[in-house]
């Protein structure tokens, strides 16, 4: 399993990022994405996941402002996130887990190199 990441980047608060992550190595149908950020000092947060069946998952904090979506013919997996918070700013990652999906990070076993994200004005 192999999950590339990127689209981070730095952006001013309101405006727009959309992450991408390119999975390789397994069957899509088979696993669920997620994607996580963290910040130095605290613990990695789950902050959506897109099951295999279409289902997904939005922390609270993003709800209405985030979409999670998958091209299947590409591998890849996107986070667009819109209206943008200096408070989104972390390192964003995807990670392969279980098909129904989960918001849990010890449920992913693999993941993807990080992309910063950064919202300041």
């Known amino acids: 399993v192999q999950l590339q990441a990127s689209g981070g980047g730095l952006v001013q608060p309101g405006g727009s990022l959309r992450l991408s992550c390119v999975a390789s190595g397994f069957t899509l149908e088979n696993f669920a994405i997620g994607w996580f950020r963290q910040v130095p000092g605290k613990e990695r947060e789950g902050v959506s996941c897109?099951?295999?069946?279409?289902?997904?998952y939005y922390v609270d904090s993003v709800k209405g402002r985030f979409t999670i979506s998958r091209d299947n013919a590409k591998r890849t997996y996107y986070l667009q996130m819109n209206s943008l918070k200096p408070e989104d700013t972390a390192v964003y990652y995807c990670?392969?887990?279980?098909?129904?999906?989960?918001?849990?990070?010890?449920?992913?076993?693999?993941w993807g190199q990080g992309t910063q994200v950064t919202v300041s004005s």
């Open positions: 990670a392969a887990g279980p098909r129904y999906g989960s918001s849990r990070t010890a449920d992913f076993g693999s």
């Open positions: 897109l099951s295999s069946g279409g289902r997904t």
